[in-house]
């Protein structure tokens, strides 16, 4: 086997120098992780004054659309283990915002809805994306853009 063979091995860039490549600058990694946090941040003050946290609000979306929907389905589409999920739901059933029922078929199931007060709650978070995309100041074309190619990414890594 070759020194080639063993760079790819080992998953080495041949020809590359460590000092340039392993710079935080140069990964991909980095800005996603930054943003992500930056866009968390800029939700806060949003969603404080309803009493929610920014997973509980992912959670509600993927409810708003869905429900009735499982808990499985929810930390499917919300990328989150489901050991991650339960405190979310346990944490938005005692606000009465949704109600879990374990299936009488299968009690390992436990299927999700929206209560009345999440339903009203939908109602106060519909300017949250508006005001959200106003708040970052970005082009909306430029953010199209980006979420157009984040889902591509996302797609590509699944």
Request: hydrophobic share 35%.
């Amino acid at each position: 086997m070759g020194t080639d063979d063993a760079d790819a091995q080992s998953g080495s860039l041949p020809d590359q120098d460590p000092d340039r490549y392993l710079r935080l600058d140069n990964q991909l990694c980095f800005p996603l992780y930054a943003a992500s946090r930056l866009i968390t941040r800029l939700y806060q003050p949003l969603l404080e004054p309803l009493g929610l946290t920014y997973p509980q609000y992912i959670v509600l979306l993927i409810l708003w659309e869905d429900a009735p929907c499982t808990v499985s389905h929810i930390g499917q589409r919300a990328q989150l283990a489901s050991n991650t999920v339960t405190p979310l739901l346990k944490r938005l059933e005692l606000m009465d915002i949704i109600e879990r029922t374990r299936s009488v078929d299968d009690e390992r199931v436990v299927t999700v809805t929206v209560t009345r007060k999440g339903k009203r709650l939908k109602q106060k978070c519909a300017c949250i994306p508006e005001k959200m995309f106003e708040r970052t100041g970005y082009p909306l074309e430029e953010g199209i853009k980006l979420k157009q190619q984040l889902d591509a990414l996302i797609r590509h890594l699944q």
